[in-house]
C-alpha cells in the first residue's frame, strides 16, 4: 500500500513563510494528480491547491491564490507547497493527497472524494 509522507509543518508568525513537502513511499507509483487540503478545527477538510502531471494543470483555491505555489516531481513521486504571507486564517493541519487514474469528463479536483491515498497531515500554526 502506498503512503504519502508530508513534512515541513510547524508554527510560524503572520506573515511568514513555509514550504511543504510530500513524497509517495514507492518510487513505481504513478499518479495522474496530487494535490493538498486542508482541515481547521471544527471545519471540513477544503481544498487548497493541485497538480496534473499531463499537461501541467495548476489549481488553487481562491483564499490562497497569490500566496500559495504548487509544484512538484513527478518522476520522483513528490510535490510541494509553498506557502508565502501567511495569516492566522491558514492554520489547519495539511494533508497531501493523490489521484491515481482520471476516468473522464469533469476533473472535480476540488473533491476530497476524486483522491485515492493520503497522508497523515502535518500540523501549519500562524500566530498573529
Known amino acids: 500500500q502506498v503512503q504519502l509522507v508530508e513534512s515541513g509543518g510547524g508554527l510560524v508568525q503572520t506573515g511568514g513563510s513555509l514550504r511543504l513537502s510530500c513524497a509517495a513511499s514507492?518510487?513505481?507509483?504513478?499518479?495522474?494528480?496530487m494535490g493538498w487540503f486542508r482541515q481547521a478545527p471544527g471545519k471540513e477538510r477544503e481544498f487548497v491547491a493541485a497538480?496534473?502531471?499531463?499537461?501541467?494543470?495548476?489549481y488553487y483555491a481562491d483564499s490562497v491564490k497569490g500566496r500559495f505555489t504548487i509544484s512538484g516531481d513527478n518522476a520522483e513521486n513528490t510535490v510541494y507547497l509553498q506557502m508565502n504571507s501567511l495569516k492566522p486564517e491558514d492554520t489547519a493541519v495539511y494533508y497531501c493527497a493523490a489521484d491515481k487514474t482520471y476516468l473522464g469528463g469533469t476533473y472535480r479536483y476540488w473533491a476530497p472524494y476524486e483522491y485515492d491515498y493520503w497522508g497523515q497531515g502535518t500540523q501549519v500554526t500562524v500566530s498573529s
Open positions: 497538480l496534473r502531471w499531463t499537461g501541467g494543470r495548476i
Open positions: 514507492e518510487r513505481t507509483f504513478r499518479s495522474y494528480a
